[in-house]
């Protein structure tokens, strides 16, 4: 079984225009157009069973319509596709969108500080993460650099430690292992601490349209990583479709790793938390 934990998707009349925005100057080509049906497709290609898709509130003016998108979703393809919801911390009314989220059976929340322009350590911020814990809601928060903004830094891994020492308790996951592109810091700072890290674009080696290739995470790092923070603590995820899904379970499947470690990454954490 798979449990792809880190997905994206839009509405079908926007999904291309979107798609081309937020691939435009990084040199990278989509794994599919980022509608339902192209997730669908890649899921069905691939053999995952369900995907956990993670919109992002860019301006707290959108953010009735895309919660509205996310309840929809949930309902029409609720066996394969899991929505989490979507708020902003700058919205003058999160409450509100939580508990009509809780009464349509979606069970988190994905924030990103550089989309969104706040700071993963402010209060704003913090607030936000401790509003959800207050309802239930897992939440998924972007870590590390944005290869669309180069030097901002409003989700680094030393802002995301300052951040963990204020939150109250709940069920926080890290994106890209804790920090995309700050495996070092995340390692030494933040493995081993109570939050989940899920794997989303997290590859040895990418691959750009322009024939160039970057070194990525370091594959022994990234062992010692799994093995330092847990197995019962990480999440398959893909960052889809901004990654293929097979260059992410290829560099997963290349590890060293016990059938329990793998089974627990793949999907056996997931089914926990989800409550599935």
Same mark, same amino acid.
């Given at each position: 079984?798979?449990?792809?934990?880190?997905?994206?998707?839009?509405?079908?009349?926007? !999904?291309?225009?979107?798609?081309?925005?937020?691939?435009?100057?990084?040199?990278?080509?989509?794994?599919?157009?980022?509608?339902?049906?192209?997730?669908?497709?890649?899921?069905?290609?691939?053999?995952?069973?369900?995907?956990?898709?993670?919109?992002?509130?860019?301006?707290?003016?959108?953010?009735?319509?895309?919660?509205?998108?996310?309840?929809?979703?949930?309902?029409?393809?609720?066996?394969?596709?899991?929505?989490?919801?979507?708020?902003?911390?700058?919205?003058?009314?999160? *409450?509100?969108?939580?508990?009509?989220?809780?009464?349509?059976?979606?069970?988190?929340?994905?924030?990103?500080?550089?989309?969104?322009?706040?700071?993963?350590?402010?209060?704003?911020?913090?607030?936000?993460?401790?509003?959800?814990?207050?309802?239930?809601?897992?939440?998924?928060?972007?870590?590390?650099?944005?290869?669309?903004?180069?030097?901002?830094?409003? !989700?680094?891994?030393?802002?995301?430690?300052? =951040?963990?020492?204020?939150?109250?308790?709940?069920?926080?996951?890290?994106?890209?292992?804790?920090?995309?592109? *700050?495996?070092?810091?995340?390692?030494?700072?933040?493995?081993?601490?109570?939050?989940?890290?899920?794997? !989303?674009?997290?590859?040895? *080696?990418?691959?750009?349209?322009?024939?160039?290739?970057?070194?990525?995470?370091?594959?022994?790092?990234?062992?010692? =990583?799994?093995?330092?923070?847990?197995?019962?603590?990480?999440?398959?995820?893909?960052?889809?479709?901004?990654?293929?899904?097979?260059?992410?379970?290829?560099?997963?499947?290349?590890?060293?790793?016990?059938?329990?470690?793998?089974?627990?990454?793949?999907?056996?954490? !997931?089914?926990?938390?989800?409550?599935?």
């Amino acid at each position: 079984m798979i449990i792809d934990f880190h997905t994206h998707i839009y509405p079908n009349k926007i !999904a291309d225009t979107v798609v081309k925005l937020l691939t435009s100057g990084i040199n990278i080509n989509p794994a599919y157009n980022g509608t339902c049906a192209g997730l669908i497709d890649s899921m069905e290609k691939n053999g995952v069973d369900k995907s956990v898709c993670l919109p992002i509130v860019v301006d707290p003016k959108n953010t009735i319509s895309i919660n509205n998108y996310v309840i929809e979703v949930s309902k029409l393809y609720k066996d394969k596709i899991i929505c989490f919801g979507g708020i902003h911390p700058l919205y003058e009314d999160n *409450e509100t969108i939580l508990k009509t989220l809780k009464e349509n059976g979606i069970k988190g929340i994905k924030l990103h500080p550089v989309y969104q322009n706040v700071s993963v350590d402010s209060k704003e911020f913090i607030d936000t993460i401790n509003l959800c814990f207050k309802y239930g809601f897992i939440v998924t928060i972007h870590a590390g650099k944005d290869p669309g903004y180069p030097g901002n830094d409003m !989700a680094n891994s030393k802002r995301i430690v300052q =951040m963990l020492n204020k939150i109250d308790k709940g069920t926080l996951i890290l994106a890209h292992m804790g920090g995309f592109k *700050e495996s070092e810091y995340v390692y030494e700072h933040i493995c081993g601490l109570d939050v989940y890290l899920d794997t !989303a674009f997290e590859v040895f *080696e990418i691959k750009y349209t322009n024939g160039e290739k970057e070194p990525f995470i370091d594959k022994d790092l990234y062992y010692k =990583m799994i093995k330092k923070h847990g197995s019962d603590k990480i999440l398959f995820g893909t960052d889809l479709p901004w990654q293929e899904f097979k260059d992410i379970y290829n560099t997963f499947s290349e590890l060293d790793l016990t059938d329990e470690e793998r089974d627990n990454i793949l999907y056996k954490n !997931a089914l926990r938390i989800l409550n599935l």
